[in-house]
Every structure is written in structure tokens, then in C-alpha cells.
């Protein structure tokens, strides 16, 4: 079949496409948990500054961020290679949404766990380490879970600052070849196998945090 010929450079695109995407999500998520906690635990400078980060990351098209980083920061002198850009702006576009839900699982915590750290004198950061984030984190997971995939998704938007991802293949063989039906059907096909991997792999962390959140109880009990 014809369709076949295009696999292999298909393939090499979905590995930059799954690479672009694990590194995003993996930076992304220090940033999340650096803006979220900032603002709930991080006095008023911090909090500020985190949340201009997430308001101006969350209210910007990802689009018009990408090319404001690959095209208009090298006029003031400051440029990235083209793959360093889309792991930067992706990361950024994680930190700002994935803030929101580690700010909305801590504050999920209850007042009487956080009464019970001062009753056992535990500081911000005993009570922060020992009590709040582990039972956060359970909260936190199944709509991580949702940003990686969407992540992965919006990753293909990549492809317009000269990245050849799995998008940017597809677009370049269906330009030679005409096969707009064949090519795209793989590629939709492509990103749903991925997709559908980076769904397994964050319900088995999901899982892995559940029980280790539930161990501590037992441990306890």
C-alpha cells in the first residue's frame, strides 16, 4: 500500500512530537507546583507575581505566544533554537494551567488538617510537605491527567515555527504526494496512539499516588 511509504517519516515526527510533549509536561509541572503553592503559601509578592504569570499565560493565545518567542524576542537580542522554543512556550502554557489545579487542591485540603499541624507544632513547610500536599496530590492528578493529553494536542502547533514534528511531516507529504486522505488518516491515527499511551501512563501514576497517599492512612490506623 501506498499509504505505508509514509510511515517512516511520519514515525521520525511523532518522536519529536512525543519528546517535545514529555518535556513540556515534565517542566510545565515544576512550574504548576512553583506558581500554585506561591499562591497559596507565598506571601503577597509571590503570590502576585505567580498570578500575573498564570493570568497572562492563561489569557494569551498559545499561538500568538509561539510566535512572539521564535519571532519578535530576537529583535531585542534573544533568541532559541526553534525545538527549545516549543518546550519553553508549552512548558509555560502547562505551568499557567496546571497552577490552577495545584492552587485549587490545596486550598481543597480542610481547615481541621491544617488545625491538627499546629496542634502538633508543625511549621508552613512541615505542614505544606507532611499534610497538605500528599492529599492534594490525589486531587490533582485526574486533571493533570486531562492537561497532559491536551498538551500533546496543542503541541502540534509547533509545526508553524519550523519544527518537524509529526504535524509538520504530514503537511509536508500531503504537499508532495496530494494523499490529503491517506496522510491525515495516519496522522490522526498517530496522535491518537500517543494520546492513548499518555493516558495509560498518567492513570498508573494516578494509581501509584492513590496508594501512596492511602499507605500513610493505613500505616496510621
Given at each position: ?40 503559601e507565598g506571601g503577597r509578592v509571590l503570590s502576585l507575581v505567580a498570578l500575573c504569570y498564570t493570568e ?166
Amino acid at each position: 500500500m501506498e499509504w505505508l511509504s509514509y510511515l517512516p517519516a511520519l514515525s521520525r515526527g511523532a518522536l519529536i512530537t512525543a519528546g517535545i510533549t514529555l518535556a513540556a509536561i515534565a517542566i510545565g509541572a515544576v512550574a504548576a507546583f512553583a506558581a500554585g503553592i506561591a499562591r497559596v503559601e507565598g506571601g503577597r509578592v509571590l503570590s502576585l507575581v505567580a498570578l500575573c504569570y498564570t493570568e497572562l499565560f492563561r489569557g494569551t493565545s498559545l499561538l500568538v505566544q509561539l510566535f512572539w518567542f521564535y519571532y519578535a524576542l530576537p529583535l531585542v537580542g534573544i533568541s532559541f533554537e526553534p525545538v527549545a522554543t516549543g518546550i519553553l512556550v508549552l512548558s509555560l502554557h502547562v505551568g499557567a494551567y496546571g497552577s490552577e489545579i495545584v492552587r485549587g487542591a490545596l486550598q481543597s485540603v480542610s481547615v481541621q488538617q491544617h488545625e491538627a499541624a499546629r496542634a502538633l507544632n508543625f511549621g508552613r513547610a512541615q505542614t505544606l510537605i507532611h499534610i497538605t500536599l500528599p492529599q492534594a496530590l490525589v486531587e490533582m492528578m485526574p486533571a493533570f491527567g486531562n492537561l497532559a493529553i491536551e498538551t500533546l494536542k496543542l503541541s502540534s502547533l509547533v509545526s508553524l515555527i519550523s519544527i518537524a514534528d509529526l504535524t509538520f511531516r504530514a503537511q509536508s507529504i500531503r504537499n508532495l504526494t496530494l494523499d490529503s486522505a491517506g496522510v491525515y488518516s495516519l496522522t490522526l491515527l498517530g496522535y491518537f496512539a500517543m494520546s492513548l499511551v499518555l493516558m495509560l501512563v498518567m492513570r498508573l501514576i494516578e494509581r501509584l499516588v492513590r496508594r501512596g497517599a492511602a499507605f500513610p492512612r493505613a500505616a496510621h490506623s
